[in-house]
């Protein structure tokens, strides 16, 4: 079985965010803004304004953890997606 890739892309072009089973959440307070967890992400999916980490792009964030790996800080933690998703519901 293959497949063919008519194009080449990157990260801003495929929206991994449709299958992840995790996603991060961040604690403000613990947090210092040291942007490692930029760097780290494969996705891009850090968001940044102003030298400040504001969020994380959860239509391309696939879960992996890598941020939560690479954080000094321990600010980030992984909650199981539908878990998340009943939350915000409410
Ligand atoms: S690596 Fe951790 S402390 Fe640094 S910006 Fe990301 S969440 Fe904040
Ligand atoms: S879980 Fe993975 S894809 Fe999502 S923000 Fe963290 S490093 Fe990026």
Not at 16 to 25: A, D, I, K, V, Y
Not at 40 to 56: G, Q, Y
Not at 61 to 72: A, L, T
Request: hydrophobic share 30%.
């Amino acid at each position: 079985m293959g497949a063919t890739i008519p194009e080449s892309g990157n990260a801003d072009d495929y929206e991994t965010g449709g299958w992840r089973s995790e996603r991060p959440l961040r604690d403000i307070e613990k947090c210092n803004d040291c942007m490692i967890c930029f760097f780290a992400c494969p996705e891009s999916s850090i968001r940044v304004e102003n030298d400040k980490m504001v969020d994380f792009d959860m239509k391309h964030c696939k879960g992996c953890g890598i941020c939560k790996q690479v954080c000094p800080r321990d600010a980030i933690e992984m909650m199981n997606e539908i878990k998340a998703c009943k939350l915000e519901e409410k």
